[in-house]
């Protein structure tokens, strides 16, 4: 199933390499709304009343900081507390060389009536060199101030276009003598709409914009609103050298298009990496229009405004490919109906880590009870995931180490059992990791692909008779890789095996690589065949960035699982239990969690 896509990362991620967070699979800016992360904390007894509001912004006239091309700007979004301090609600996406953007990442905010809901917004230029981190791991303090603006939320959704243009100025409250661009923010009411349409979008006879080789097409889709501006809601990859493209499908929600009969823009730029996008044509076309295409399958010229104010029809057409509606269903619709996370985990037992006998290791066992980065990973992941599991039996290995028969192995029992690697409860990791370093001497190198392996057989076991079964496993590390590819291939194969993969890294290592197999770069990882995963199954969180305070470890560690489900679910059609669904939705719809 086709997804909508952001921009994410710099170069032709910038305009829609990096897919977005499966529809109402959470993530986004990396403190948005996140049914997970709400399931978490119900079960604390952690409730509330609000209504989820979803932020759209764009600025304009923005500051030039950069010397040979345009700023790069990003904006973040915080909520400023009782005693003045911010906390980050999220950020958009970075778009490359553009003073005047218009942002698709969407920033969530429970708006609560009763409460003065004051927000700030900056917006910073990110340097070129920070183009491939992502972008919830960019430090701010790094890239340059491009202006502030506040209000109150309940500025913006008592407007009637609930609309609000503020002038951006310095971080001193004043905006001085030079004019620092405005920031406009829109705001709409989250919907639990179950009902999307995918569409697939190809088109022909494009105009060449590009002088020595063919145009790079891609699409942006726009919708128009009550005060006759355009919100953009999502838009295509890039197709490179084609004239004749077809994209990947995209999913637009209820929530996004509003009704079949409202206007929609779909713009056709060729993609230039300054920045400047050339516009080959655009069309406006409703959902509707759009299905017509398709039944006729007949194809929308497109059109292109004229210096003068006329337009211009030109030889280019849009065609609708493909247009499936579908009822779709939340991450909570599963795990409420019956689904089950089940938990796996493997340790790193290289001797990168130190000698577990010294303070300085990152395995010491400290007397004192203070626990090592290991344990902590254990504990806090372990605490978030193992209510999804209802025995709270873990398989849990061990990799990279010197066993009792003195071979080095990368994928052992960690409770020393010859007969099964299953312990019991979190308690049961904690005790089994205790011991393993007792009897097991740390070796080398560091190797995932036994790992991957041994969990993608149990993930793939119980496929033909037991569907309600997602398996998560956790590999904690503080290493370089020596099996890269090998890892690549693993998990390529495994992408089509109800599995995701958290990879913990302790310590203060290079994690370069960690990232690859994240694969948050809109690039899906390639196997040595040049077989490419059906999906991106991996996440990777630094302990230093969660015990930094840069991001909560529940948010950090469910930002992408519940996407990473749903699309598992959604490509097997697979549909919750029918019976808790209806419950499950009227529960959580229209208030509260």
């Known amino acids: 199933m086709g997804c909508c896509f952001s921009d994410v990362r710099g170069g032709q991620q910038a305009v829609g390499g990096g897919a977005q967070s499966m529809i109402d699979g959470g993530g986004g800016g990396g403190a948005g709304h996140n049914d997970a992360v709400d399931f978490f904390f119900r079960t604390k007894g952690l409730t509330a009343l609000f209504t989820q509001i979803e932020l759209s912004l764009s600025a304009s006239k923005l500051c030039d900081r950069d010397i040979i091309s345009k700023s790069d700007p990003i904006a973040v979004v915080y909520a400023k507390k009782r005693d003045g301090t911010l906390a980050e609600l999220g950020r958009t996406e970075v778009i490359m060389n553009n003073l005047d953007p218009a942002w698709i990442e969407k ?134 050298n084609n004239l ?32 400047n996008h050339v516009l080959i044509g655009k069309v406006q076309k409703s959902v509707a229009d759009l299905e017509k295409l398709h039944k006729d399958k007949i194809g929308a010229n497109f059109i292109l405004p004229s210096h003068r104010g006329h337009e211009k029809v030109m030889k280019g057409q849009l065609f609708v490919e493909g247009f499936v509606e579908k009822k779709i269903f939340s991450f909570l619709d599963y795990i409420s109906s019956g689904f089950e996370l089940n938990f796996m985990v493997a340790v790193d037992f290289t001797a990168s880590n130190g000698n577990p006998r010294s303070p300085n290791s990152l395995h010491y066992l400290d007397p004192s009870g203070r626990l090592n980065a290991y344990q902590q990973a254990i504990m806090e992941v372990g605490e978030v995931i193992q209510f999804y599991d209802s025995d709270k039996r873990f398989p849990a290995w061990g990799f ?139 996440q990777f969180v630094p302990m230093r960035e969660v015990h930094g305070g840069q991001i909560s470890i529940v948010q ?38």
């Open 107 to 240: 920033i969530n905010i429970a708006y609560q009536f009763e409460i003065v809901q004051l927000l700030i917004f900056h917006v910073y230029d990110v340097d070129t060199k920070f183009d491939n981190i992502p972008v919830k791991m960019l430090k701010l303090k790094d890239q340059e101030f491009l202006g502030e603006a506040g209000c109150v939320l309940s500025e913006i959704v008592t407007k009637q276009s609930r609309t609000l243009t503020l002038n951006l100025h310095n971080k001193n409250g004043h905006g001085g003598l030079k004019d620092l661009g405005t920031l406009t923010v829109h705001a709409e009411e989250t919907v639990a709409s179950r009902n999307v349409v995918e569409i697939t979008f190809r088109c022909s006879h494009l105009e060449n914009k590009d002088l020595f080789s063919l145009s790079d097409p891609f699409l942006r889709i726009s919708r128009i609103i009550e005060s006759e501006g355009s919100v953009p809601i999502c838009k295509t990859e890039v197709v490179n």
């Open 244 to 275: 004749n493209p077809m994209w990947l499908p995209l999913c637009l929600t209820m929530q996004q298009f509003v009704s079949k009969d409202n206007p929609l823009v779909i713009e056709c730029f060729d993609f230039n990496s300054s920045g």
């Open 400 to 538: 990279g180490g010197k066993t009792h028969d003195g071979s080095v192995s990368h994928c052992f029992h960690l409770n020393g059992s010859a007969s099964g690697s299953e312990v019991e409860g979190v308690e049961g990791i904690m005790a089994a990791y205790a011991s393993a370093l007792h009897n097991v001497a740390l070796a080398g190198p560091t190797l995932f692909g036994q790992v991957i392996n041994k969990a993608a057989e149990i993930a793939g076991h119980p496929v033909t008779y037991n569907s309600s079964k997602y398996f998560i496993l956790l590999i904690i590390t503080d290493g370089i890789l020596t099996d890269l590819q090998e890892s690549k291939d693993a998990l390529v194969r495994a992408s089509d095996l109800p599995l995701s993969i958290l990879i913990v890294g302790v310590g203060g290592a290079d994690f370069q690589q960690m990232e690859i197999l994240d694969a948050d770069n809109g690039h899906r990882l390639e196997s040595s065949t040049g077989k490419l995963a059906a999906r991106d199954i991996v």
């Open 556 to 593: 950090a560690l469910l930002e992408e699982l519940p996407g990473q489900f749903l699309t598992y679910m959604r490509s097997r059609d697979i549909k919750p239990r029918a019976d808790n669904v209806a419950q499950t939705s009227a529960q959580r719809h229209p208030y509260g969690v």
